[in-house]
């Protein structure tokens, strides 16, 4: 085992964990946002460098700090070693850096995104942003497009975190996705207009940080806040079957996997369970799902979850409120 | 020319020729490495040359070369990085175009150190008409027998494959090459691990520039020991140094280092002067990536001693006084220069040449080359030049790879020591006659 700390907190990991999963183990405000990692992902992160950290001491055997802030997401932990993230005004300064540079080219059309609520770039900028803008430069546009029958790519809104291309890699064996050019006029695209039709396309949107893949079954049709998350699952002959369905009263709005504190989700499911299951028959509704307090979509329903012995019907409690 | 190393005997006529260049002791070094000396004894004469690496970091070669994985079983590569692209270096083009066999020498002798059976020469794509001086050359050396299996009966094996680029400033980083030369996107790799441990097809590799290999022959010919007898302190041995700019005489030098600035410059072997008799204004001594110099300082470091080509003089005062010898790319601007103009240039290279994978980099050198456009067409405000400062900062040290880093620099540096000039474009729009307003 290997032992660390991270702003001042101790921890002992095994080797050939990284600085974020050993934070993750920590939990609360000290793990690193991460914007590209995905820990179900192989070859993930090291890109969006949100989640630099500082290495104030290498580890036991070599005392020196790094030289430079470390994306702690590709990082391995060494015995002694001391990682600095809020505690270190520089780390706060250079993520404020990298948000501004994320918010550069991204459209402020959230009132209009789907993934409006349950997205990555909204809480980063809401910890680490500025308050105003710094730039004049027009931004990049792009058209959108339907890649497939079930997914809207937004390139706008990209952030180009690579996670969708790994997850094309990783879960289908025939990638027709990618990214084109370079720099800052890069792209994720087909490159020749193509369709995405495998079993399990529908993860690139589950996985993709900001809105620009986002499910064309469930686009423009409501905020998610509106919705309830209710575990539920069925039988799948393709995937796990366990997914979040997404309702409102008794109609279910949407699929989605169960995605867990760090925004991943705990199995990828398949397109069949995500869109073509949308009657709630067909699914076998657990019970309300735990969302952060802190979450916008507890803002309606589920201040309460916290203690389930006083969840009520929503009709009763709206009549209570009247 | 004293002091020549590398680039001895290259005004023989008809060197390229693998005869010609065997006739003036070519190969000798492959023969004493091979016939007379283990791989170790290689490595240890390389490191005793304190050969650094002449790509722009100057990391030392022997060092480098001992990280290599040695407990791995699988295959050693070696990789030559002949993706010379960076705007003002152009050392590694002349050397190839005329002394072929002098990069082929180094290569073997190399590869036998380390123990690699297979070398990749990994050229710039617009390199396309070195590609076939290099095979020709290739070919001859394996018809002599000094490639191909069992070298001179040494039971060493040894094959070398030219691969163009496709025309990628980012394959010049050792690890967006590797990427390439697997047919992949040139994107750098996250590190660790580093291509002493995982390289090519996931085979311990090392990747060395085409100038560092190519002074492994003279090494072995004339010992460690005398080579770092050439130079000063831990800068040994002769740079190239590829001169450009307002200077009388552009040109591949071959300088021992040592050499002080000022006499490169003026000095009749050397760039022979300013051209048209005017001032020096400012150096960018090492390539496009480094910071520029203002001509003060340039001339002598900040505590006014002369400041010489060495690693370590160029970078005396750090960054706040001093640059670095980086890859040898000598820019000279002349008093007419305009340091805007040319700061909007690079970025504007910067920005076309970023691989796009991590997002300091992507955003902010599109940004900044927005931001010098405004500058440089009368557009801009005093408060862009702080933006731009806080820009480079931001992309400074928290990239994937160095292009981040070489991105950030040269704007860093030309606000640094030319900020009134900056500030006379916003509030005095076409007062510089090379400024275009429109």
């Known amino acids: 085992m290997i032992k660390l700390t991270i702003d001042n907190i101790p921890i002992e990991v095994e080797e050939g964990t990284t600085i974020l999963q050993a934070a993750r183990k920590i939990g609360g405000k000290v793990v690193p946002p991460a914007m590209c990692y995905y820990s179900k992902l192989k070859g993930s992160g090291g890109k969006c460098r949100t989640c630099l950290v500082k290495v104030a001491k290498s580890s036991a055997k070599d005392p020196r700090p790094m030289p430079k802030l470390v994306a702690s997401c590709s990082t391995p932990v060494q015995d002694g070693m001391v990682v600095e993230n809020l505690t270190s005004p520089e780390v706060v300064e250079a993520r404020k850096g990298v948000v501004e540079f994320l918010l550069l080219n991204h459209p402020l059309d959230c009132p209009v995104c789907d993934q409006a609520g349950e997205c990555d770039l909204q809480d980063l ?19 959108e497009t339907d890649i497939g029958p079930f997914i809207k790519l937004h390139m706008n809104r990209c952030i180009l975190c690579y996670r969708c291309v790994y997850t094309a890699d990783q879960l289908t064996g025939n990638r027709l996705h990618g990214v084109l050019y370079r720099g800052d006029a890069a792209e994720i695209g087909t490159f020749i207009k193509n369709s995405i039709e495998n079993d399990f396309s529908g993860n690139m949107i589950d996985v993709c940080p900001v809105g620009a893949l986002t499910d064309r079954t469930f686009r423009f049709k409501s905020r ?21 369905a ?3 009263g008794n109609e279910i709005y949407r699929i989605t996997g169960r995605k867990d504190q760090f925004g991943e989700v705990e199995s990828f499911i398949c397109n069949e369970c995500r869109f073509e299951k949308k009657d709630p028959d067909a699914w076998i509704i657990e019970g309300p799902r735990q969302i952060s307090r802190k979450s916008v979509i507890s803002v ?23 | 020319m ?13 060197i390229r020729d693998f005869a010609v260049y065997r006739a003036h002791g070519g190969y000798q070094a492959v023969e004493k490495a091979l016939r007379s000396m283990t791989p170790s004894d290689v490595s240890a004469e390389v490191t005793r040359s304190g050969l650094r690496g002449r790509g722009g970091a100057g990391f030392p070669t022997g060092l480098k070369w001992s990280f290599l994985d040695k407990r791995s079983d699988k295959p050693r590569y070696l990789v030559c990085n002949a993706d010379e692209s960076e705007p003002g270096t152009f050392k590694d083009r002349y050397l190839m175009q005329h002394l072929p066999h002098r990069l082929i020498e180094g290569l073997i002798i190399s590869a036998y150190a380390l123990g690699a059976g297979t070398c990749y020469i990994y050229i710039r794509g617009e390199f396309k008409y070195l590609v076939g001086i290099l095979e020709k050359a290739i070919n001859e050396t394996h018809r002599n027998g000094f490639l191909g299996s069992d070298i001179l009966g040494s039971g060493f094996s040894l094959n070398i494959f030219v691969h163009p680029g496709a025309g990628a400033y980012i394959c010049g980083e050792e690890t967006a090459l590797l990427e390439s030369l697997e047919g992949k996107r040139g994107n750098p790799r996250i590190k660790p691990p580093f291509p002493a441990f995982r390289g090519l097809y996931g085979c311990p590799t090392v990747v060395n520039n085409v100038e560092t290999l190519a002074a492994v022959g003279p090494i072995i010919s004339m010992g460690g020991d005398a080579y770092a007898r050439i130079g000063k302190g831990r800068s040994t041995g002769t740079k190239l140094i590829s001169a450009c700019g307002n200077i009388n005489k552009p040109g591949v030098y071959e300088i021992e280092m040592g050499l002080p600035v000022e006499e490169f410059i003026y000095g009749d072997r050397y760039c022979g002067g300013i051209r048209n008799g005017k001032y020096l204004k ?25 400041r010489l080509m060495t690693y370590e003089s160029l970078a005396e005062g750090d960054f706040a006084t001093g640059s670095m010898l980086g890859s040898g790319g000598f820019i000279v ?8 103009r040319n700061t909007w240039n690079l970025t504007r290279f910067y920005r076309h040449e970023s691989c796009g994978q991590c997002s300091p980099c992507r955003e902010g050198t599109a940004w900044m080359e927005k931001i010098l456009y405004r500058i440089e067409h009368g557009g801009g405000t005093l408060k862009d030049i702080d933006l731009l400062v806080r820009i480079a900062r931001n992309i400074e040290g928290n990239t994937i790879c160095p292009l981040g880093d070489a991105a950030a620099w040269p704007v860093a540096s030309a606000i640094r020591h030319f900020r009134q000039e900056f500030e006379e474009h916003v509030t005095d729009p076409g007062k510089c006659r090379n400024q275009r307003t429109n």
């Open chain 1, 125 to 143: 900028s809401y910890g680490f942003g500025m308050e105003q803008t710094t730039t004049e430069e027009e931004r990049r546009e792009f058209n």
């Open chain 1, 224 to 244: 998610v806040w509106f919705l309830k998350p209710m575990n539920a699952h069925r039988e799948c002959t393709k995937c796990s079957g366990k997914v979040t």
């Open chain 1, 246 to 248: 997404w309702m409102f």
């Open chain 1, 300 to 322: 309606n329903h589920y201040e309460t979850l916290k203690k389930p012995s006083v969840i009520r019907p929503i009709e009763g409690r709206m009549e209570s409120t009247d």
């Open chain 2, 2 to 14: 004293a002091g020549s190393v590398l680039l001895t005997n290259i005004e023989v006529p008809g």
């Open chain 2, 282 to 306: 400012a150096v960018i001594p090492g390539g496009s990536s480094v910071p520029i110099l203002p001509a003060d300082l340039i001339l002598s470091t900040a505590k006014g001693e002369p």
């Open chain 2, 333 to 340: 601007f002349d008093e007419d220069a305009c340091i805007v």
